[in-house]
């Protein structure tokens, strides 16, 4: 559900790069803003993974031990990535200008180009194993860690766009699942916020489907 979320993010990134006209600062700033959030949410996901999977998998399931090296070793490639991306996005949030708008495309590819490559080889050979291999409560214990990493104001934010990449079958039932506050505080505050937030980078003109 998470690797979902992230493959729209960063799929989406480079047209709400190109729609920014060429000098509006104040809209580069904050597409800039919002790139940089989701770098971060991918970040913060794969430190949960390097803190709560990787030794625990391998110790457990010796067979997947050079699974989990690759996966340690795309980590690091992908956080180099981030980087880049970061010192991309810095220029181009101030100047709005199409040549750092040029440079900042780049790096966005690169590290989608990386992660889909990634993301596809964690769901086919540890996913599998890694489903079997811990129990609900340590699921739990790396959702805890994603959500307590995340800015407040982004909890709901991230909660639509995760509700966005998801079939409208599963939205119910993902909907249903959530704690009862949780549902209210989404139906009372969350879904204007998100709306707010998500017409701020593709227009009013862009209906949202939650």
């Known amino acids: 559900m998470f690797h979902r979320f992230l493959r729209m993010m960063f799929h ?10 060429e000098g509006d600062r104040r809209q580069a700033g904050r597409v800039a803003g919002h790139i940089a959030q989701i770098a971060t949410a991918l970040h913060q996901h794969h430190h949960g993974e390097d803190v709560y999977v990787w030794d625990d998998l391998a110790t457990r399931t010796p067979a997947c031990a050079l699974h989990v090296s690759q996966m340690r070793t795309q980590h690091a490639e992908i956080t180099e990535l981030l980087e880049r991306l970061r010192t991309a996005l810095a220029p181009w949030s101030t100047s709005a200008s199409r040549a750092d708008a040029a440079v900042l495309l780049v790096a966005i590819t690169r590290l989608t180009t990386t992660l889909d490559r990634h993301l596809g080889q964690e769901e086919r050979e540890i996913l ?29 934010v991230q909660l639509g766009f995760m509700l966005e990449s998801m079939p409208d079958a599963e939205r119910a039932e993902f909907l249903r699942a959530l704690p009862a506050f949780v549902r209210v505080l989404w139906s009372v505050v969350g879904r204007a916020q998100y709306r707010r937030y998500r017409a701020r980078l ?9």
């Open 12 to 21: 989406e990134a480079p047209a709400l790069v190109e729609r920014v006209d």
């Open 128 to 156: 599998p194993v890694a489903a079997v291999s811990f129990t609900q409560a340590e699921w739990d214990r790396l959702a805890e860690h994603g959500r307590a990493t995340a800015p407040k104001d982004w909890a709901l």
């Open 202 to 210: 593709y227009g009013p003109e862009a209906a949202s489907r939650v």
